[in-house]
């Protein structure tokens, strides 16, 4: 995944992968995730700088150690329960929005996916006003079958870079072929007219 790197880069590293700047593109379009998304939904949504990740032993379609995506957002009143935290559905969109970035930045942006299986465990809430940040970590990069998980931190409230583990969660996609999404975070157009190109890509 080309994410920003710690020297203030643009994370781009020659390879498949996006750079930040594209992914966030990809995570603030509602064409992509659909305007439900506690992502596309909040304006102030960052992808965070990773140190580089050491390179995955042998070969085949392993993952280096993770993660390799964090994505910051903050928690909005829209967001929230009737007891003013995250909603756990909205948390679990985040599992599945940021590891689904997380594939889309390792392939180039490339290759439509749909869940198979997704699967989220709650530790604590994230009330309105606090901060979270998800890490995705790619875990295998298959040709057809992606396995990502994702942990969700609270910063703390006295800026003293504490973190406490808010949920974690298992994101299971199944690639749908085809070539939909371009490097600028949206959708490549399509050559032709045609009657339509079935339907919009799901993530």
């Given at each position: 995944?080309?994410?920003?790197?710690s020297?203030?880069?643009?994370?781009s590293?020659?390879?498949?992968?996006?750079?930040?700047?594209?992914?966030?593109?990809i995570?603030?379009?509602?064409?992509?995730?659909?305007?439900?998304s506690?992502?596309?939904?909040?304006?102030?949504?960052?992808?965070?700088p990773l140190?580089?990740?050491?390179?995955?032993?042998?070969?085949?379609?392993?993952?280096?150690?993770?993660?390799?995506?964090?994505?910051?957002?903050?928690?909005?009143?829209?967001?929230?329960?009737?007891f003013?935290?995250m909603?756990?559905?909205?948390?679990?969109?985040?599992?599945?929005?940021?590891?689904?970035?997380?594939?889309?930045?390792?392939?180039?942006?490339?290759?439509?996916?749909?869940?198979?299986?997704?699967?989220?465990?709650?530790?604590?809430?994230?009330?309105?006003?606090?901060?979270?940040?998800?890490?995705?970590?790619?875990?295998?990069?298959?040709?057809?079958?992606?396995?990502?998980?994702?942990?969700?931190?609270?910063?703390?409230?006295?800026?003293d870079?504490?973190?406490?583990?808010?949920?974690?969660?298992?994101?299971?996609?199944?690639?749908?072929?085809?070539?939909?999404?371009?490097?600028?975070?949206?959708r490549?157009?399509?050559?032709?007219?045609?009657?339509?190109?079935?339907?919009?890509?799901?993530?």
């Amino acid at each position: 995944m080309a994410t920003a790197g710690s020297d203030g880069s643009d994370g781009s590293d020659g390879s498949a992968g996006l750079t930040s700047h594209q992914v966030e593109l990809i995570l603030r379009d509602d064409a992509n995730f659909g305007p439900w998304s506690a992502l596309a939904t909040t304006e102030s949504v960052r992808v965070l700088p990773l140190p580089p990740s050491p390179s995955p032993s042998g070969s085949g379609s392993g993952s280096s150690a993770g993660p390799h995506l964090a994505v910051e957002v903050p928690v909005v009143a829209r967001h929230a329960n009737s007891f003013g935290n995250m909603h756990g559905g909205a948390l679990a969109t985040l599992v599945d929005v940021v590891t689904t970035a997380a594939e889309l930045g390792r392939v180039g942006g490339r290759r439509p996916t749909v869940s198979v299986d997704l699967s989220v465990s709650y530790l604590t809430g994230a009330p309105v006003g606090s901060t979270l940040v998800v890490e995705a970590t790619v875990d295998r990069l298959g040709r057809s079958v992606v396995f990502t998980t994702a942990r969700v931190y609270r910063l703390g409230s006295d800026g003293d870079g504490g973190r406490t583990l808010v949920a974690t969660g298992s994101h299971t996609k199944k690639v749908i072929g085809g070539d939909n999404f371009g490097r600028e975070g949206g959708r490549r157009q399509r050559s032709g007219s045609g009657s339509g190109s079935g339907p919009r890509s799901r993530l």
